[in-house]
């Protein structure tokens, strides 16, 4: 009977004891209930234009994210968006009175993304209600406080509203701006979370049929980005691409460097050279994943090795931004790696920019001192740096396979090839034109390395290089419907139409109507400058003008356009309000002879820019082109022209960079003009010149030199009012000084 008893005894502990993990386990589960996510917002959170709502709305892919990072039943997502809402409560369809509150509130959410303002920009609302709008998105918050007041709420920047919109330019845009400078005022003062959901689409026009709806794939994008807000997880650590072993960054200067992380984590970076330490740096991460810190004024010279390692914070720094409640979040975050990134070959010294189409592009092997640059090349290793980011796919008079149509619509259209150091095995599929500028800086500063990143594109339009926003605030009307309008050069629309004409058409399955193509307007600044981040560049070389020639006056306004673009973006490295921020220099190559003819007046154009633009210089082609081919092969002299310009202008060398440069044109005696010119010793030339009097027609002049100035005569001139010079499309106009550079194409009124 003991035996008996002892044993039910025994059992019973056993069972007890096999049973507790399990009590325990559920318990535990009792206790970690299903984080709750709220998705509260309009037409987009709902999934308005999806053709499958139900599996590709944005909360559903979030869903998905979150399942397959921490498993299912951890986390619920509810969709409570509504179609045609507004933030504003006396707006035309308030959020607050539809039933998709009321179910958010009966929700108790744990985490609350709002997504809410789209539909503020209407006629009906903003105009008259836009002062209530920060208030009123408070009292929304403040609900969802007063639901779960330990719920984290977060909101978000609208998604963009496209230039296709029918009110863009009526208010839409500028309201769209004014409300989203309200949500970052309403975060800032209710001390919540900002999630950014304009930057990731807002170079995606394409994901967005109707210029306000995102499609499925945009949606996923939508969710990726409240995922990493959600989480923390941005895909680790990271530089931008150009930031890889063998570059240069800038000497003797300001130097920001920026990068991507998981939020909240320790990042460190280790100058070392030699195998010592010679500066040690730290940063965090912020919510959204960013960091950033600033390195000494650095002397010219290298290699150096850049160490950056990505570390998590301790636990109990995670608990201040996620709450208790969710331990396995915890663990997940506490459990990530360290990470490493190694930077080595690093020197310091100038960086420049080649941009434009394929003048620039044009190679070292496609040209004719092939055999004496790759001579130049053995002597300037370690000396002369190359970054090349060449096109993956050419514009060539072809249809392209459905695979570029996809990864040009991705931003992926450029190939980032790494940093090399020059040599005769590097240089040859590299810029004739940037490695020769690069040549002759490595010559004249011998202790200085020279970087250079060459992104040019065959074909490319001006518009195609200017960032977005500027566009849609300086000059809305060329992005519209682009391939089909006016702005752009019928060769060029001709030839994307040709590129894309499989997404074209409706029967295939790369259907798109909005399919992208490197000659649109913001495509390459934003496949080929976004990219490269806050760059420290020295400058730019800019070769570029050839697809913009039809219209003299648009060119115009682009490339001012252009300058003020690029010059905003590389400036952003400069954080600190105190710190000068310096004019970014653009040397500008004039077209070149070519039998076309708008170029004359358009080589004009330039020289005029180039005299009224800030802190911009052009040098002359026009003597070493072809009259059978727009890609003349005589590079080596543009590039040494370049250079020129750039230690005259950016290093303060005392040289002439320029050929001749007319200062005025007198009329003399018996009809004659006479020209006075700067940069004229030496000035030599026998041809070129025309004459007009008051009717407008040009004659033929003849030419007379004398010290720095040039008299002309022309028969049935007698009264002349308009000079000019080199106005053909293709001139054997010879006018140069002593050190054989020659004058550009102008006209000029006679006084």
Request: hydrophobic fraction near 35%.
């Amino acid at each position: 009977m003991k035996s008996t008893t002892f044993r039910i005894f025994f059992l019973s502990v056993l069972l007890s004891l096999t049973a507790s993990p399990v009590w325990c386990s559920q318990k535990k589960q009792k206790e970690r209930r299903a984080t709750r996510v709220a998705c509260v917002g309009n037409s987009v959170t709902y999934g308005y234009g999806l053709r499958n709502r139900e599996h590709d709305a944005y909360p559903v892919k979030l869903q998905q994210m979150l399942d397959r990072l921490y498993g299912e039943g951890h986390f619920e997502v509810g969709n409570f968006g509504h179609s045609g809402s507004t933030l504003l409560y006396r707006g035309h369809r308030p959020y607050v009175k539809t039933p998709e509150f009321r179910q958010a509130l009966d929700f108790k959410a744990d985490w609350v993304v709002i997504h809410l303002g789209l539909n503020d920009t209407d006629p009906r609302n903003w105009p008259d209600w836009k002062e209530d709008f920060v208030p009123n998105y408070r009292a929304l918050i403040d609900s969802f406080r007063t639901a779960n007041p330990e719920a984290r709420i977060l909101v978000c920047k609208m998604t963009p509203i496209f230039d296709r919109h029918p009110r863009f330019q009526s208010g839409t845009r500028d309201w769209h701006a004014q409300i989203q400078k309200a949500i970052e005022q309403v975060a800032a003062g209710a001390n919540v979370q900002l999630i950014d959901l304009y930057s990731p689409l807002h170079s995606r026009p394409d994901l967005f049929p109707d210029a306000l709806h995102p499609n499925a794939e945009g949606a996923q994008i939508l969710a990726r980005t409240v995922y990493g807000a959600l989480t923390g997880d941005y895909g680790g650590l990271r530089l931008p691409p150009v930031y890889s072993s063998g570059m240069v960054l800038p000497r003797d200067e300001h130097l920001l460097i920026e990068g991507q992380a998981n939020a909240r984590q320790n990042i460190c970076a280790i100058l070392s050279k030699d195998g010592k330490v010679v500066e040690e740096r730290g940063a965090f991460t912020r919510a959204d994943g960013s960091w950033w810190f600033e390195l000494p004024h650095m002397k010219a010279g290298g290699p150096y090795t850049l160490t950056l390692t990505s570390t998590p914070m301790p636990p109990d720094h995670y608990r201040l931004y996620y709450p208790t409640q969710y331990p396995y979040l915890l663990e997940n975050l506490t459990k990530a790696k360290t990470q490493t990134l190694v930077i080595d070959s690093l020197f310091f010294g100038d960086l420049w920019l080649a941009s434009g189409q394929s003048n620039m592009e044009l190679r070292v092997d496609q040209c004719n001192t092939l055999d004496q640059d790759l001579a130049d090349a053995a002597r300037l290793a370690d000396r002369l740096h190359l970054f090349n980011m060449p096109a993956r796919a050419r514009t060539d008079a072809v249809e392209w396979a459905d695979s570029v149509l996809r990864y040009t619509n991705e931003l992926r259209h450029m190939d980032f090839q790494g940093w090399k150091a020059a040599s005769p095995e590097t240089v040859g599929r590299f810029s004739a034109v940037a490695f020769n500028f690069g040549r002759i800086l490595c010559d004249s500063l011998p202790d200085v390395p020279i970087g250079i990143v060459c992104n040019a594109v065959g074909g490319s339009t001006t518009e195609s290089w200017i960032d977005r926003t500027t566009l849609e605030w300086e000059f809305p009307n060329i992005l519209h419907d682009w391939r089909n309008g006016d702005y752009g050069q019928p060769w060029a629309r001709g030839r994307m139409t040709q590129n894309i004409a499989h997404a074209l058409d409706k029967a295939s399955p790369a259907y798109n109507p909005l399919q992208r193509h490197p000659y649109d307007p913001c495509y390459l600044f934003e496949a080929a400058i976004a990219p490269l981040g806050h760059l420290p560049i020295k400058g730019v070389l800019w070769y570029q003008g050839e697809s913009n020639a039809h219209n003299i006056e648009v060119h115009e306004r682009l490339f001012t356009l252009l300058q003020q673009s690029w010059r905003e973006h590389f400036a952003r490295r400069w954080r600190c309000e105190f710190q000068k921020k310096p004019t970014l220099p653009f040397y500008v190559v004039q077209l070149s002879s070519l039998p076309r003819p708008s170029w004359p007046s358009f080589r004009d154009s330039q020289r005029r820019l180039a005299n009224k633009l800030p802190d911009t210089w052009m040098t002359v082609s026009s003597d070493v082109g072809d009259a059978a081919d727009v890609h003349y092969r005589t590079k080596r002299p543009v590039g040494e022209r370049l250079a020129l310009l750039a230690l005259r202008h950016t290093y303060g060398h005392q040289l002439v960079a320029e050929g001749p440069v007319p200062l005025s044109a007198e009329c003399g005696e018996n009809g004659t003009v006479v020209i006075t010119f700067d940069n004229a010793d030496g000035l030599t030339g026998s041809r070129g010149f025309e004459l007009a009097g008051a009717d407008g027609l040009f004659r033929q002049a003849t030419m007379s030199v004398s010290g720095h100035s040039v008299t002309l005569h022309a028969d049935g001139v007698t009264q002349p009012r308009t000079v000019r010079y080199g106005w053909q499309g293709f001139t054997d106009a010879d006018l140069h000084n002593r050190q054989g550079l020659p004058a550009s194409t102008f006209q000029l009124e006679v006084f």
